[in-house]
């Protein structure tokens, strides 16, 4: 397995450098700890805050540094609205009690199975899991069935991941919860033995688009952004869908919800409920991010897969089991 390069994987509850100070004014406002991409918040954020007159202050970080951060705040945390990436860590953040129920009105905007049962918070994006290669070193018919079968000996320096982040974090936790632990240990420690890791998704797609590595795991929108700008990074690849409910098929959903020990609920609840409504699913499908709406009433532009033609396996996405994932990337080396 060779290392280019890795960043802190492990929980920290450490800030610094990540929080954006914040100012009091008279005006309504709302604290949002965002642990999405800052650059999508700040095209939405903006649309909100023009409608409502509710000014909104982002706090940026990653899904466990600011999920821990909550966790660790309680009941004294400034943040009214909290903001991921992937699922998990709003699980996390759920299993303490710290979220307060979201409006009926607004979890009906969201389909069912990318919300849990609860009712504490939202998805509100989501992204796909993909297979990235390279069309001058692989066949599409050499392609794996399942994404399990990347742990097979004869991918051995033939696949490319980056383990660091929150994203592929999801996908073991996809497997974790659909094949249980015995197989995630293997596929892990399969994965360890044949993979070339680096640091960052945008990085595996320039591996495979250089010829590194013949195939990468990563996300639908790294490929579908860099098609759309320029190719730079992709010419050489396409992408692969696994689909048929295997766990490579996994569909990963960003969440939104409410603190509980917000003082300002009808502005928080707001917030969400702007960001699962047409008005914020369609900035958010028009915006540079290409993830996909969850709201049935948007769609993504053509240039991506329709979400509808997707065929993710069935998750309770409330049951994501990040801090179990974390253990076992841990003891197959991966981070």
């Not at 009808?266 to 702007?274: C, E, H, M, N, S």
Request: with cysteine.
């Amino acid at each position: 397995m060779k290392t280019r390069s890795i960043a802190l994987a492990v929980p920290v509850l450490m800030l610094s450098g990540l929080l954006s100070s914040c100012s009091e004014d008279d005006g309504p406002s709302i604290t949002v700890y965002n642990a999405q991409h800052e650059e999508l918040l700040e095209e939405l954020a903006p649309i909100f805050e023009e409608e409502t007159g509710i000014d909104v202050k982002l706090r940026n970080g990653k899904d466990f540094e600011l999920a821990n951060q909550i966790v660790t705040e309680g009941d004294a945390s400034p943040a009214d609205v909290f903001l991921t990436e992937n699922s998990p860590a709003m699980s996390l953040v759920e299993s303490e009690g710290l979220f307060a129920p979201l409006a009926e009105e607004t979890l009906a905007l969201t389909p069912k199975q990318y919300r849990p049962e609860s009712g504490n918070w939202t998805g509100f994006a989501a992204r796909s899991t993909v297979v990235m290669y390279n069309k001058d070193d692989i066949a599409p018919e050499d392609l794996p069935k399942s994404i399990l079968d990347f742990a097979d000996p004869q991918w051995k320096g033939k696949v490319s991941f980056s383990p660091t982040g929150a994203d592929f974090q999801a996908i073991v936790s996809a497997v974790l919860q659909l094949e249980g632990e015995a197989a995630t240990k293997e596929w892990l420690a399969g994965l360890a033995a044949n993979g070339e890791v680096y640091d960052g998704n945008n990085i595996v797609m320039q591996s495979v688009n250089d010829g590194e590595t013949p195939t990468g795991i990563a996300y639908h929108y790294y490929w579908y952004r860099d098609q759309k700008e320029s190719g730079e990074n992709s010419s050489s690849t396409e992408l692969h869908f696994f689909g048929n409910q295997d766990p490579g098929a996994f569909v990963s959903i960003s969440g939104a919800g409410v603190l509980e020990s917000s003082d300002k609920q009808d502005d928080a609840q707001a917030f969400v409920k702007f960001l699962v409504d047409k008005v914020g699913q369609q900035a958010l499908a028009d915006s540079y991010a290409l993830e996909y709406p969850l709201n049935p009433d948007v769609q993504l532009e053509p240039l991506v897969k329709p979400f509808s033609e997707l065929e993710p396996p069935t998750v309770d996405v409330s049951a994501l089991n990040g801090p179990k994932v974390i253990e076992l990337m841990q003891d197959a080396g991966l981070i």
